[in-house]
């Protein structure tokens, strides 16, 4: 799996939109980019993934560039409760064993301030 | 649906003894696998399974076994505890394709 690169940490004020960048300049052709969040201690909690186009759901939108070797994590409107570590994770979507290993990396840890 | 059921929550052990964590999914999810995380890091990869009576080795086998003899059910035996075992565990399990993981909440386990 292609590695990525990620912030150590930022900082975003609440009500505001959290940009949070992640590079995966060797990511392959069939890699799918994913992101998770994992709050305190918690079990990691998926928030979406994309492989070439952006998308976006009920909890935040995917913005990926056109050559893929990097993309955006955007939270709309931040909260307190969104304070959390944030996982940018590539890996190739499909039957296989290797292919459903997750490499997480430090992630971001994104601390939203009153 | 529960989703991934972890139990138990916490744990004690004693070095030299052994334990089984267990995991179960009811969302009849083809992968399961189990992580570690240590203070301050990322999740690494124990043991994996692609199906019922399918496992293999993550980045950080050693000292752990698995058997997965259904779909639901994914247990994490610790052979013989170590206090380099002392961590957080976490299941997780995915059905084929693209989708998100899911992820139990965790046991947290300490070996004195």
């Known amino acids: 799996d292609a590695k990525t690169t990620q912030p150590t940490s930022m900082d975003c004020a609440e009500g505001r939109a959290a940009n949070l960048p992640c590079n995966h300049s060797t990511i392959s052709g069939n890699e799918y980019v994913y992101w998770y969040r994992q709050i305190h201690s918690q079990g990691p909690q998926y928030i979406i993934h994309g492989l070439k186009n952006n998308e976006t759901n009920e909890m935040a939108s995917l913005i990926i560039t056109e050559d893929r070797k990097s993309s955006t994590l955007i939270l709309p409107h931040a909260t307190l409760r969104d304070t959390a570590v944030y996982y940018c994770i590539v890996r190739v979507a499909g039957s296989g064993g290797s292919n459903y290993k997750l490499t997480f990396g430090k992630g971001t840890l994104l601390t939203v301030n009153p | 649906n529960a989703g991934v059921t972890q139990t138990p929550k916490f744990q004690v052990l004693k070095t030299g003894q052994s334990m089984t964590l267990q995991c179960a999914q009811d969302m009849n999810h083809e992968y399961m696998s189990w992580y570690r995380q240590d203070p301050g890091m990322g999740l690494r990869l124990i043991h994996y399974?692609?199906?019922?009576?399918?496992?293999d080795q993550g980045e950080v086998p050693n000292g752990y076994n698995v058997s997965r003899s259904t779909t639901e059910d994914f247990p994490l035996r610790l052979l013989s505890a170590a206090p380099s075992q002392t961590s957080v565990y976490f299941c997780?399990?995915?059905?084929?394709?693209?989708?998100?993981?899911?992820f139990g909440s965790g046991t947290r386990l300490t070996v004195v």
């Open positions: 399974s692609v199906g019922a009576g399918i496992t």
């Open positions: 997780a399990s995915v059905p084929q394709g693209s989708s998100g993981y899911t």
